[in-house]
């Protein structure tokens, strides 16, 4: 079955502090692997995609084939990071729907 | 205008009832994918159209339904609300299949 998993609802740290949003998936193939983020208020926008291998706002996402893991980083937190992040997968079979995991807040503490 | 737009942004609707939610896409886009989002969930998949043709639905029943329009717009019906129905409905665009979704702000539909 194809199913993203985020372990943690609630990720907690102070300002200047590293993050690590843990993303694990499980699709037979090749996935291509998305984070999505949600500020307060604001519609559901696209942070990065591992196609890309891109930065954005510092955040970074590394696919590990071997580890199932998609896992978002950066490596200083910042206030304004605070949002939920929803890690997600591009499944082929039904004409690219996305499948998402359950979402982590990520909480900044100033 | 640009990025995708829903209506309305809030409903409220009793249940065994009728719902439509409409959607425009961003322009440009003519692929446009439904999701219901549960309290506390991450967005589930409804269905999905590529130039007016359903290309791929999720696990819900029948009564969830959809069209897409010649300028890409998009509704989703529900027929016979049930109280599980109560849930953030969100519409995404985009120009292909499968990448970089613009997902619209939502209509929050409250079954009583």
């Known amino acids: 079955a194809q199913r993203v998993t985020q372990p943690e609802k609630l990720l907690s740290v102070f300002k200047g502090a590293p993050v690590e949003l843990k993303c694990n998936y499980s699709?037979?193939?090749?996935?291509?692997l998305f984070w999505y983020v949600q500020y307060s208020r604001q519609r559901l926008q696209l942070l990065l995609r591992h196609i890309s291998r891109e930065s954005i706002k510092g955040f970074t996402a590394d696919l590990n084939k071997g580890e199932t893991s998609f896992h978002l980083k950066k490596p200083f937190a910042q206030e304004e990071d605070s949002a939920m992040y929803y890690c997600a997968l591009i499944s082929g079979n039904q004409g690219g729907k996305l499948i998402f995991g359950q979402g982590t807040e990520l909480s900044v503490k100033p | 205008e640009t990025g995708v737009t829903q209506s309305p942004t809030h409903l409220i609707k009793t249940r065994g009832q009728q719902v439509t939610l409409r959607c425009s896409s961003q322009s440009g886009h003519n692929t446009v994918s439904w999701y219901q989002q549960a309290l506390g969930q991450g967005p589930q998949f409804i269905f999905q159209y590529y130039r007016e043709e359903e290309n791929g639905r999720g696990n819900f029943p029948p009564r969830f339904s959809g069209l897409q329009f010649p300028n890409y717009s998009s509704e989703l019906n529900v027929n016979a609300l049930e109280l599980d129905d109560s849930a953030l409905y969100l519409c995404?665009?985009?120009?292909?299949?499968?990448?970089?979704?613009?997902f619209g702000s939502g209509t929050r539909l409250t079954v009583v």
């Open positions: 699709y037979s193939g090749s996935p291509e």
């Open positions: 995404a665009s985009s120009s292909l299949l499968g990448l970089g979704y613009t």
